[in-house]
């Protein structure tokens, strides 16, 4: 698909969308690049993997953003090689100075590595960004090692777009500003680089495609997912505001909250996010 305005495809659109949201990554995304962050980045990849990641295994993040994850593995486990790569040079650019190296700039659908060079492929928040799925899903088995498996971290579900829709309304009667024709713009980029919405069965049916026989997908997230969306949403109405407000700390509240009673109570179909392990 071309979008008629630009002439760029979805790939472009997403890497000029990127190469503009990295200003402001970060803020938005309650994302501090410290010793916590990186303890928790690590939990997460864990916590699905099912294991310990183990001393000189090779991992990639696939479309690691400005480093939640790259930057993070690197510095909670200093033992273990964790490389990155990336459609956007500014992303690419956060990343480097959160610690994150070796990077590269590429598409997560055609990586420059050579076949079955990690271990572990994580990726965190990129499934939805990329036009051909069973595409990208094939070339991270392709660098994978026998054994190996793909961490999927959080895409998001049907359910989080009815719901953050209805919460990012409401505060938008709230904030009443409205958007400049810049912010618009951006408004509109960023639609257009969010390509899909997963379940566990329709992500299971594309990996199974791009050829994994292990599938154990999840779902996962109720409030730390609305938590983001509300700071996302004042960040860009109202700085001022979203300067006062602790966001870290909520985001800290939300994840628990989601640990101990949001994951555990509700159905599947009503959480927010998809996240698992793909093996070949
Ligand atoms: C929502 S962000 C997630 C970033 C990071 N994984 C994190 O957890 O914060 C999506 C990332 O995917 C990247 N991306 C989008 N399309 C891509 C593609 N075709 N190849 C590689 N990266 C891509 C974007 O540049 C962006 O950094």
């Given at each position: 698909?071309?979008?008629v305005d630009?002439g760029?495809d979805?790939?472009?659109v997403?890497?000029?969308?990127h190469?503009?949201?990295?200003r402001?990554?970060?803020?938005?995304f309650?994302?501090v690049?410290?010793?916590?962050?990186a303890?928790q980045?690590?939990?997460?990849?864990e916590?699905?993997?099912g294991?310990a990641?183990?001393p000189?295994?090779?991992?990639?993040?696939a479309?690691c953003g400005?480093?939640?994850l790259?930057?993070?593995?690197r510095r909670?486990?200093?033992?273990?090689?964790v490389?990155?790569?990336?459609?956007?040079a500014?992303?690419l650019?956060?990343a480097?100075?959160a610690?994150a190296?070796?990077?590269?700039?590429?598409d997560a659908?055609?990586l420059p590595?050579a076949?079955?060079?990690?271990?572990?492929?994580?990726?965190?928040?990129v499934?939805?960004?990329?036009?051909?799925?069973?595409?990208?899903?094939?070339?991270?088995?392709?660098?994978?090692?026998?054994?190996g498996?793909?961490v999927l971290?959080s895409?998001?579900?049907?359910t989080?777009?009815?719901h953050?829709g209805?919460?990012?309304r409401g505060?938008?009667?709230?904030?009443?500003?409205?958007l400049?024709?810049?912010?618009d713009?951006?408004?509109?980029?960023?639609?257009?680089a969010?390509?899909?919405v997963?379940?566990p069965?329709s992500?299971?049916?594309l990996?199974?495609?791009?050829?994994?026989?292990?599938?154990?997908?999840s779902?996962?997230d109720?409030?730390?997912?609305l938590?983001?969306?509300?700071s996302?949403?004042?960040?860009?109405?109202?700085?001022?505001?979203?300067?006062?407000?602790?966001?870290r700390?909520?985001?800290?509240?939300?994840?628990?909250?989601?640990?101990?009673f949001w994951?555990?109570?509700?159905?599947v179909?009503?959480?927010?996010t998809?996240?698992g392990?793909?093996?070949?």
């Amino acid at each position: 698909m071309t979008y008629v305005d630009t002439g760029l495809d979805a790939v472009g659109v997403n890497r000029v969308f990127h190469d503009h949201e990295c200003r402001y990554y970060d803020e938005r995304f309650a994302i501090v690049h410290d010793r916590r962050t990186a303890r928790q980045a690590l939990r997460d990849v864990e916590s699905l993997l099912g294991r310990a990641l183990r001393p000189g295994e090779r991992v990639l993040d696939a479309g690691c953003g400005t480093g939640y994850l790259a930057a993070g593995l690197r510095r909670a486990r200093p033992d273990v090689f964790v490389a990155g790569a990336d459609l956007s040079a500014g992303m690419l650019a956060n990343a480097r100075a959160a610690g994150a190296a070796p990077l590269a700039q590429a598409d997560a659908a055609r990586l420059p590595f050579a076949d079955r060079a990690f271990d572990v492929v994580v990726a965190r928040g990129v499934l939805h960004h990329l036009p051909d799925v069973v595409g990208a899903l094939g070339e991270w088995r392709r660098v994978l090692r026998p054994g190996g498996a793909v961490v999927l971290v959080s895409e998001p579900t049907p359910t989080v777009e009815r719901h953050g829709g209805v919460l990012v309304r409401g505060l938008l009667a709230a904030l009443r500003r409205p958007l400049t024709a810049e912010e618009d713009f951006w408004e509109v980029a960023s639609m257009a680089a969010n390509l899909h919405v997963f379940t566990p069965d329709s992500l299971g049916a594309l990996a199974r495609a791009a050829g994994y026989r292990g599938v154990a997908l999840s779902t996962t997230d109720f409030a730390d997912t609305l938590l983001i969306t509300a700071s996302y949403v004042v960040w860009g109405r109202a700085p001022g505001l979203a300067r006062r407000l602790p966001w870290r700390r909520a985001d800290d509240l939300a994840r628990a909250a989601d640990r101990v009673f949001w994951n555990r109570l509700l159905p599947v179909s009503w959480r927010h996010t998809v996240a698992g392990v793909l093996r070949p």
